[in-house]
C-alpha cells in the first residue's frame, strides 16, 4: 500500500513538494486554509512574475549569501535552467528581460497556476482548500483542521509543512503556525523578512514629487556587494528589485549598528571625469536641474 503523505500549504513550495510526491507514485493530499491554492502567487504574478534569473552559476549561486554553499547543492538539483524548462513544460514560455531576470511571456501567473494544478490533479494529487492547520489530536496521532464543516482530523504516514512566513496574513502566510510547533519543542529561529523594502528619512517636498517613481539603470553598492539594478522611491523610503537583492545584508546592518547607508550610482556607465566635465559647462539661466538633464541625461 502506498504511503500517504500530507502537505500543510498550497503555495508554490507545497504543490512543487506534491508534484515531486506524486512522481514517486506517493499518495498526497494538500491542505490549505485559503479559498484557492497560490493566492499569493496569483498576487505575486500581477507584477510579472518573475521565476528566477539568468545569471551564470557560481554567480547565481553568491545571491544566497552566507547560505550559498547550502543552497548551491538545492540548484544542483533544479537550478534556473531547470526552472524554465519546467515552466515550459507547463506551457508558459519564458523569456530574459533586460535587467536578466526570467519571466513568463505571458507577464502572468494564472495560466502558468492553471496548468500546474491540472497536472497536479491528473497526477493524483488531492486538494483541500479552506483547511486551516491547528495541530494535533490529543494523541497526537492525527492532524486537526479547523474546516467550514467544523474540526476535521486526518492520519498521515508523513508530513510536509510548506507553510510559509508571516509577509501577508490576507493571503495565508500569517506566522500562526510558530506556536503550534514551538509547543512540540522544535526550534524556531525569529521570523525576518527575505525581501524587504526600507525606511528614509525623505523631506515632504521629496516625497511629494517623487513617491512612486522608478529609477532605473543604477549601480547600487553596499559593503562590497556591487549590482546593476533599479529600485523604486516610495513615500516611506526604498523599495524593488535592487533593493530586495541588498536587503539581508542591509537588514542586518541596521539590527547591528541602528542605520546602514546605501551608495547609488545614477551613471554607471559615465565615468567621474565626463561627469565632473559635463556638469562644469556654463548652464546659464537655466535650473540644475535643466542642467543635469540636458548635459548627462539626469532627471
Not at 525623505?202 to 553598492?221: I, Q, T
Amino acid at each position: 500500500m502506498s504511503a500517504q503523505v500530507v502537505v500543510i500549504g498550497a503555495g508554490p513550495a507545497g504543490l512543487m513538494a506534491a508534484e515531486c510526491l506524486a512522481r514517486a507514485g506517493v499518495a498526497v493530499d494538500v491542505y490549505e486554509r485559503m479559498r484557492t491554492p497560490g493566492r499569493k502567487f496569483l498576487i505575486a504574478g500581477r507584477g510579472g512574475l518573475n521565476l528566477t534569473h539568468s545569471e551564470p552559476r557560481p554567480g547565481f549561486d553568491a545571491r544566497y549569501g552566507a547560505r550559498q554553499r547550502e543552497i548551491a547543492a538545492l540548484l544542483d538539483a533544479f537550478g534556473p535552467e531547470a526552472m524554465r524548462a519546467w515552466a515550459d513544460e507547463l506551457g508558459a514560455k519564458t523569456f530574459v528581460g533586460s535587467s536578466g531576470r526570467v519571466f513568463p511571456e505571458a507577464m502572468k501567473a494564472a495560466p502558468l497556476l492553471r496548468a500546474w494544478l491540472e497536472r497536479l490533479r491528473e497526477a493524483g494529487v488531492r486538494i483541500h482548500t479552506r483547511h486551516r492547520w491547528t495541530g494535533w489530536s490529543a494523541d497526537f496521532s492525527h492532524l486537526v483542521f479547523d474546516t467550514p464543516e467544523g474540526a476535521r482530523e486526518v492520519r498521515a504516514d508523513a508530513i510536509v509543512l510548506a507553510l510559509g512566513g508571516g509577509s501577508w496574513a490576507k493571503l495565508g502566510s500569517d506566522g500562526a503556525w510558530v506556536p503550534l510547533l514551538a509547543a512540540r519543542g522544535v526550534e524556531i529561529a525569529p521570523l525576518k523578512p527575505s525581501n524587504c523594502g526600507f525606511e528614509v528619512r525623505w523631506s515632504d517636498r521629496f516625497r511629494e514629487r517623487y513617491a512612486g517613481e522608478p529609477v532605473k539603470s543604477v549601480a547600487l553598492r553596499f559593503g562590497d556587494t556591487h549590482l546593476h539594478s533599479e529600485f523604486v522611491i516610495s513615500v516611506y523610503g526604498v523599495e524593488g528589485s535592487g533593493i530586495y537583492a541588498l536587503s539581508a545584508p542591509l537588514r542586518a546592518a541596521i539590527e547591528r549598528e541602528g542605520a546602514a547607508v546605501l551608495y547609488v550610482d545614477l551613471a554607471p556607465a559615465r565615468s567621474a571625469e565626463w561627469l565632473e566635465a559635463q556638469i562644469a559647462h556654463p548652464r546659464g539661466s537655466r535650473s540644475m536641474a535643466s542642467h543635469l538633464q540636458s548635459r548627462i541625461g539626469l532627471r
